[in-house]
């Protein structure tokens, strides 16, 4: 499927502009829409193809850039992670929380967007954001792969507005067993819809083919699971 692709500027809450790559099929029907949350590496090459594929697959796709506030544009690459994560150190709660209102807002009021139909997926720390945007917007569902959910952001479990696919890899180093349960019991407290699933031979960031860790065994499978679960609810 052919697609466009564009830079464009989205107004955040808090007086801030935001800067977002979207990508869309051609032609004018409007279709359902997926807000794409980037890992601590910003809107780069990785996050951008992931945007323009699921354009592919037939969605309008939205990745907004996340450290507007600090490092506008930036691009962290997968050998040295000390600058993103000093990046994400100092990208506080209440920007994250504003930003993805933002950005889903932004989606919704597209006129090449379905009314409605609109969902969130991240990675790594867009996945506790999509899991964050779930829970402030009004969205279909979401999805998340290998996010650090619990603690910090369990609260965000009693408001979700959609089903949650959680992805996770059985190896992760930053991400434990309690902190994956913590994630899945607190759903289930609340009542919430979901799909819990554990890749169990595989470490952080599998689904990533710019990095070390890349399974594409693995990645294929969970492209197939996420593409499955956005048909069902988008």
Not at 21 to 28: I, K, W
Not at 40 to 59: Q, S
Not at 194 to 210: L, N, P, T
Request: charged share 20%; with cysteine; net charge negative.
């Amino acid at each position: 499927m052919n697609i466009r692709t564009e830079r464009v500027q989205i107004p955040v809450g808090d007086g801030t502009t935001m800067s977002g790559y979207l990508c869309r099929p051609e032609g004018d029907e409007p279709r359902p829409a997926i807000l794409v949350l980037q890992e601590i590496f910003g809107v780069n090459a990785h996050i951008r193809d992931v945007a323009e594929r699921f354009a592919r697959e037939g969605y309008v796709t939205l990745a907004p850039d996340l450290f507007h506030r600090i490092s506008p544009g930036y691009e962290g690459g997968y050998e040295d992670f000390s600058p993103s994560l000093q990046l994400a150190g100092q990208y506080k709660g209440e920007q994250s929380e504003a930003d993805v209102r933002a950005a889903a807002d932004y989606l919704d009021k597209h006129p090449a967007v379905a009314d409605g139909r609109v969902a969130a997926l991240g990675f790594c720390m867009g996945g506790r954001l999509s899991f964050v945007a779930n829970g402030v917007a009004k969205l279909r569902c979401a999805v998340s792969f290998y996010g650090n959910i619990a603690p910090d952001k369990l609260a965000y479990a009693e408001t979700q507005s959609g089903p949650v696919l959680l992805i996770w890899a059985g190896k992760d180093p930053y991400i434990s067993l309690e902190s994956t349960r913590s994630t899945v019991d607190a759903l289930r407290k609340h009542e919430k819809p979901y799909v819990s699933i554990e890749f169990s031979q595989y470490d952080h960031g599998f689904f990533c083919d710019a990095r070390s860790n890349y399974d594409a065994v693995a990645a294929a499978q969970a492209w197939a699971l996420t593409l499955a679960f956005l048909k069902s609810h988008l």
